[in-house]
């Protein structure tokens, strides 16, 4: 079936080109490609003398609905904490005499959720999944599961370990189809459930991304099962999660969130998350990463000692001739 939309391909924008909205006439001055998704290509650009992401893509209906949701998302009376970016404008532009659609939201500097946990080691894997059910908790308070969760939509300030959302494409109103979804963390695809907006489906997704911090699924076995059904992957999950399950603490709670019958929401992934933590929560973890490290003093040896004895042996010579060349 011929789909237009498919044939209109995301154009691509070049550094240092300056581009202009057909209808707030604001000036934009691309910078670099920040990723790709189902709905178009994100770009770091200059607005005014503010750094901005502009995501243009061949969707105008995708792109207004992605501003609405962030829009009401940021105004409502429940909201008590940033879950993405602030938008600045929904505008047209002409490139190469065609007509697109860009949405521009605020910057979030930060590094996928994997690469955070790359770089600061897999103890940190209970803090980065409390601080997601956190804001995952929040959203389903609003009514909506955020359905597309994968390392790249989740980014962590390096200093601070704050979490934010970011691509709101696939965001939806509970009870509905899930419209965007990454196959690897749909519960669909591992024949786990159905792919309807839920709580349940935000926290199988999140399951996911534990079970790839911890026990990754290689992309190569991800390729093989995609040749599989559903009850084969499910099956296939079962054995997977089994090899590891006393080789790290936090499996047995990523097999509960995984499970074919949901038995955790996002509540329960909060308390499992915490008492895996601690008495002290995330606190302790997060001091750990913004305080400077504690120095760590080496304990003399018999090398240290031998010249410390040389140095007072020297120091004394010195003296004595001194003292001799004065008499």
Not at 161 to 190: C, L, M, N, P, S
Not at 246 to 262: E, S
Not at 307 to 324: E, G, H, N, Q, R
Request: positive net charge.
């Amino acid at each position: 079936m011929f789909d237009p939309l498919r044939e209109k391909k995301t154009p691509v924008l070049s550094p240092g080109m300056v581009i202009q909205g057909k209808w707030k006439h604001q000036t934009y001055r691309v910078v670099r490609l920040l990723g790709q998704g189902a709905n178009g290509s994100v770009y770091l650009v200059w607005r005014d003398q503010v750094q901005a992401a502009l995501k243009i893509g061949p969707d105008v209906t995708a792109l207004a609905l992605e501003y609405t949701h962030l829009e009401n998302l940021a105004i409502h009376p429940l909201s008590t904490c940033k879950l993405g970016p602030a938008v600045f404008e929904l505008d047209d532009i002409a490139f190469q005499g065609v007509s697109w659609s860009i949405l521009v939201m605020e910057y979030i500097a930060g590094i996928p959720i994997d690469q955070f946990i790359q770089d600061k080691g897999s103890n940190w894997v209970p803090l980065c999944l409390l601080k997601i059910a956190r804001m995952m908790e929040q959203l389903h308070a609003l009514g909506y599961s955020f359905c597309d969760l994968k390392p790249a939509n989740i980014l962590f300030d390096v200093q601070t370990a704050q979490a934010r959302f970011v691509d709101f494409g696939g965001i939806t109103h509970h009870t509905q189809a899930v419209k965007e979804f990454t196959e690897a963390y749909d519960r669909a695809w591992w024949g786990r459930g159905s792919r309807k907006a839920d709580g349940y489906y935000d926290v199988f997704a999140l399951g996911m991304l534990g079970v790839q911090l911890v026990a990754p699924i290689s992309r190569k076995a991800i390729e093989y099962l995609s040749t599989k059904a559903p009850l084969e992957r499910d099956f296939w999950l079962d054995e997977h999660l089994r090899t590891h399950r006393l080789i790290d603490k936090v499996v047995p709670t990523l097999i509960k969130m995984v499970a074919r019958i949901p038995s955790m929401d996002s509540k329960a992934v909060i308390a499992d998350m915490t008492n895996l933590l601690g008495k002290k929560g995330d606190l302790s973890v997060k001091n750990e990463m913004i305080l400077p490290a504690k120095k760590v003093w080496r304990r003399f040896d018999v090398t240290d000692w031998w010249l410390l004895v040389a140095v007072f042996t020297f120091v004394s010579v010195l003296f004595l001739l001194l003292w001799i060349g004065r008499s």
